[in-house]
């Protein structure tokens, strides 16, 4: 079974600029996040989808930042324009509804903005 | 509101013997899963072992257990027999909700664990 895929796996661009993430869940899991980790810390929510719909985008700066989720498969992540503190890895992960919850991460991208 | 809580920023153990890595959770929902993931150096969270609100029984999974003490609200990981591949980050992270189909996650600050030879 794939696992999940991100891209790209490293990213360096200038502040203000914008910047655009992808996340191909594992094939049939509903649920997909997105985290910001930032160097040292732990994974923090940014926006959770449940097929096409968000659940959860409590914690993501919706000044800056957007996501979607086309037809409940791929999700693309977005920033613009970035600031020097968005600087972090953006993990995506999947998970498949009532199976324990535990998520499946990808590599993740490691964005810096100099 | 939820939090998590590892007080315990790095660790040492001697390769082959049981390290125990501290969690603590906050939550007033009676329903919640918690989670043990490794991130070793490549950055890649790797799911470890997870337990349940209403589990009688603390979880294992090969050499991870969970130590569940649910009146305390701790969920400390026990690795036994440490490897040197053990060597990572260890993250614990609690997912609550779920009632009207949305769960909400959120992890701890993290442990680095060293495994000497």
């Known amino acids: 079974e794939a696992g999940v895929a991100q891209s790209p796996r490293y990213k360096i661009i200038e502040k203000r600029q914008s910047v655009a993430f992808w996340c191909n869940p594992i094939s049939g899991h509903a649920t997909l996040y997105w985290y910001q980790q930032i160097l040292g810390q732990g994974p923090k929510l940014l926006i959770q989808f449940q097929n096409n719909g968000v659940v959860d985008d409590s914690q993501l700066p919706k000044d800056r930042f957007s996501a979607e989720r086309l037809k409940g498969v791929d999700s693309t992540l977005k920033i613009q324009p970035a600031k020097l503190e968005d600087s972090a890895v953006y993990l995506c992960?999947?998970?498949?509804?009532?199976?324990?919850?535990?998520?499946?991460f990808g590599p993740g991208t490691r964005l810096t903005v100099t | 509101a939820q939090k998590i809580t590892q007080t315990q920023p790095g660790m040492f153990v001697q390769e082959k013997e049981a390290v125990t890595l501290d969690c603590t959770y906050d939550?007033?929902?009676?329903?919640?899963?918690l989670f043990w993931y490794k991130q070793p150096s490549s950055g890649e969270m790797i799911f470890l072992i997870y337990?349940?609100?209403?589990?009688?029984q603390n979880a294992t999974e090969g050499r991870y257990s969970l130590n569940f003490q649910k009146a305390r609200k701790s969920a400390n990981l026990v690795i036994s027999a440490s490897q040197l591949g053990d060597s990572a980050m260890y993250f614990c992270?609690?997912?609550?909700?779920?009632?009207?189909?949305?769960?909400?996650?959120?992890f701890g600050a993290g442990t680095r664990l060293f495994v000497k030879a």
């Open positions: 337990q349940g609100s209403y589990d009688q």
């Open positions: 939550t007033s929902d009676p329903s919640y899963g």
């Open positions: 992960a999947s998970s498949f509804r009532g199976q324990g919850g535990e998520q499946y």
């Open positions: 992270a609690m997912r609550e909700g779920g009632s009207t189909g949305g769960f909400k996650t959120i």
